[in-house]
Every structure is written in C-alpha cells, then in structure tokens.
C-alpha cells in the first residue's frame, strides 16, 4: 500500500484540489496521511467533514506543534500504513492515473535492496514539465546524486520505501523550522541507494505564493544551521573541494556577522578559530582584488547588502547606480546618466544581470562585476 503524505500548515483554502485528485484516482490501494502543523485555521473540521463522505481510501490526520515541514514529515515516516511513502503537498495534486502508475512501476523495484524507491515527473498546471528536459524514453536507475547527467533537475515526485525513510530522518535543530528535503536525499543516494526515474508525469504544481519555494534564500539564512549541515553535504556527496564551499562561506558570513559574536558564528557553522581567519582573509583579499573606488549599480536587497560588507575596508564606494535614486551616504546617479569613472561597477539587480551587463558593457570600458545568489562577487 502506498501512503500519501501531506504535511499542512494554514492550507485550509488550497487542498480541496489535492483532495478531489486523490477521490479520482483510477487505483485506490493507498490511505492519505495528514500532518497538521500547527494550523490555526479550519484544516481540522474541513478533514471531519470529509471523513463524513463516502471515500474510498482512508483519511488519517494527526496534529502536533508548528515545527516545519520536515519534522511533519518525521513524524509521517512513523505514523505511515504503508511501505511506500509518497509526498505531496498540499498546494498540489496528482493526475488521475498517478496511483496506479506508482504501484506498477514499485512492483519492479520493491524486493530489490538496491533502490530506495520510484520517481515520476512535476509539471505545472500547463503540462510543462518542472525542470529540464529529460534525455531518456521509460526511466532511468540513478541516484539522487546523479540526476543532472539524465535531465532530472528540477522538483520530481518522489515516492520512497518506507523502511529506508524510517531510517533517515531529518535532523532536527532546536529554534529552526526548515531544512531542506535534500539533505536526507542526497545522503540515501551516497549510501549508494538509487531511484528508479519515469518519463510520465504524476503530479501537477501549483507554487503558491505563501509557499516554501516562494521564500528562498530566506529560510536558509533564518535556519543556519540546517543549512550549514545541507552545504557539507553537497561539498562531501560531490566531491568539491573546501574552496568550493568559500563564495558560500562568505555569502552567508556577509548576512550574519553583523548581529553575531564570532563564537555564536563559530559554533553555528561548525568552525573554529582558524577557518573563521582564514575566511575573513579571503573576504579582504576578494574585496581589495575590485579596485579602490566602485560604483554600486541597484540599491536593493543585495546593494545594501554589500554597502554593509564593504564597511571598513579599502573599497570606496564612491558611487550609486540606481532608477530611485534610494537614501543614501553616496553619490547618487540615475541610470540614464553617464556612468562615472570607477575602478567596477557591481551589478546587484536580482533580474535581468545579463542585459544590464551587455548594456553597460557598451556604454563603458570599466571592468564589470556580477553579484550571484551563491558566489560573493564573480569577475566577469
């Protein structure tokens, strides 16, 4: 039997979709599994009043203190009927036929200690499929660690064993409510399990604006811990060198010291002494490599961002590139107005760096820099 999961959290107004897709499924060998989160809206008495209907598959609804989602998911593993677990969201739905494609494609990996489970594909509301293109016609057997070769990045559905689950929980750090799900992923795919990966879709996306994807780098930053726990993984799992990890180290160094003591940093990062010098020496030594004077290009989230970091270092940051033309200690230029004479410009806007770069490319022969999610400052 399959279990489908659905961990929920203030979602009332959005899983009736998910519901519906579940009474039309053409295969009802599965219970639906619900995880409330600490919900303070309806979700409780929306659940009795379809237990109350005639459902061919059982309901279970288990309620328990706001966590986040992966200890909803914790707490799933253990309380499943099933020997397949399956997550879907409550934001999201299944096709009709997703239930049955499931239990023959887990017919073949089932007995078979090698795999850790099945995969079918995301698509949004449009058919589109989530992520790229795949490059193969039935399925493929890969690890999670081994989907980029296949065409398998992007969001997949997922559907583990049990079993393995149960014996990979999510870490869980007191004060932090989100980690992400590849954490435990990417560490059943280093132990060498595999998924099996199908060329159909099953499942349809929503991405709603109040949902986790949403957010972004935000929860990393306001879980640290967790987060610092998924970037030794993917250094470890991968086979990047520790210098890898330093454009990570100091983009996340950038939005913490401000506020943290430098044992609070230590300890959240799990580093010592040393490696916090060495990493406040790289940071100098990649500022100090950009030039004395520089012109900031966009004054949002990310140019005060670095405004901050450059506080008390060599760097001048003599000039403001930005349509508002925002409060600010620096000169203010507009961005039709010509550019000024700097040693780089830093391109800090979110959307649309290609074609800022190539316009001001032409319009000047300073040496352009680009500001990335991940990487603190890249030469282009």
Avoid at 14 to 40: A, P
Avoid at 138 to 156: I, S
Avoid at 184 to 205: E, F, H, L, M, T
Wanted: glycine share 6%; hydrophobic share 40%; aromatic share 14%.
């Amino acid at each position: 039997m399959i279990t489908v999961f659905t961990p929920i959290y203030n979602r009332a107004y959005v899983v009736e979709k998910l519901y519906q897709s579940l009474v039309r499924q053409s295969l009802y060998d599965f219970e639906w599994l619900i995880v409330d989160d600490g919900s303070t809206d309806n979700i409780a008495e929306l659940v009795k009043q379809w237990r109350k209907s005639f459902n061919p598959f059982p309901i279970h609804f288990v309620q328990q203190e706001n966590g986040g989602k992966h200890r909803a998911i914790n707490r799933g593993v253990q309380e499943a009927r099933g020997d397949a677990f399956f997550i879907v969201d409550s934001d999201d739905y299944l096709t009709d036929n997703a239930i049955q494609l499931i239990e023959e494609w887990w017919k073949d990996v089932v007995d078979d200690d090698s795999f850790a489970g099945v995969s079918g594909l995301r698509a949004k509301k449009n058919m589109c499929v989530v992520g790229d293109e795949v490059v193969f016609d039935e399925y493929v057997d890969a690890t999670n660690l081994e989907r980029a070769q296949f065409g398998l990045e992007g969001d997949k559905a997922e559907v583990y064993k049990t079993a393995i689950l149960k014996r990979y929980p999510f870490p869980e750090f007191d004060g932090e409510n989100f980690i992400t799900e590849a954490v435990v992923w990417d560490k059943i795919a280093y132990d060498g399990y595999k998924i099996r990966w199908y060329n159909q879709i099953i499942y349809i996306c929503e991405y709603i604006e109040d949902g986790l994807t949403h957010q972004g780098m935000n929860l990393f930053f306001q879980n640290p811990k967790g987060w610092w726990l998924f970037m030794h993984q993917d250094s470890l799992f991968r086979g990047k060198s520790d210098e890898n990890n330093y454009p990570a180290k100091l983009n996340y160094y950038e939005w913490l010291h401000i506020r943290l003591t430098d044992e609070e940093f230590m300890d959240i990062l799990c580093i010592d002494r040393e490696e916090l010098e060495f990493i406040r020496r790289y940071i100098k030594n990649t500022i100090e490599n950009i030039g004395e004077r520089i012109a900031i290009y966009g004054l949002g989230q990310r140019g005060q961002k670095l405004l901050r970091l450059y506080q008390g270092t060599p760097i001048n940051v003599k000039y403001v590139i930005d349509k508002n033309k925002r409060s600010s200690d620096n000169v203010q230029i507009g961005l039709d107005e010509e550019l000024p004479d700097v040693d780089a410009i830093v391109v800090t806007p979110k959307y649309n760096q290609d074609e800022i770069v190539e316009q001001l490319k032409i319009r000047t022969k300073n040496k352009l820099l680009r500001y990335e999610e991940w990487e603190l400052l890249v030469w282009q």
